[in-house]
C-alpha cells in the first residue's frame, strides 16, 4: 500500500479550521485506491465524508500540517506538490 501526501502547506480556513493544508492520495486508481485511502484516512481518523473529488483521478483528502506529519510517521510518502501530484492524477486517469 503506498499513500502519498504533499508538500503544498497552503494557508487556509476551511471551514472553522484555520490551518496549513496538504492533500493526501493514493496512485492506485479506481476502487482499489479509494479503498486505500479511505483506510488510510481511518487510521489517521479523517471521516470519509471528508473526501474530496471521490471516484475521480483527483480524489484526495486536504489534510492540516499536524495531520501530514502524522500521515508521514505511518508511511505515507513525501511528494512535491505539482508535478508529483500531476503525475499521479494522469496516471490514474489513464489507467481508468
Do not use: C
Not at 497552503?10 to 479503498?35: F, I
Not at 501530484?85 to 496516471?91: G, K, Q
Amino acid at each position: 500500500m503506498t499513500v502519498y501526501v504533499d508538500d503544498m502547506q497552503l494557508e487556509a480556513v476551511v471551514g472553522p479550521v484555520d490551518g496549513v493544508w496538504s492533500h493526501l492520495l493514493s496512485d492506485l486508481p479506481g476502487e482499489a485506491g479509494h479503498r486505500e485511502l479511505l483506510e488510510f484516512a481511518g487510521r489517521l481518523g479523517i471521516e470519509a465524508r471528508w473526501i474530496q473529488n471521490p471516484g475521480t483521478a483527483k480524489e484526495h483528502f486536504d489534510v492540516t500540517e499536524p495531520t501530514r506529519q502524522r500521515a508521514l510517521a505511518l508511511g505515507a510518502v513525501p511528494i512535491t506538490y505539482g508535478r508529483a501530484v500531476a503525475a499521479i492524477t494522469r496516471a490514474k486517469r489513464d489507467a481508468s
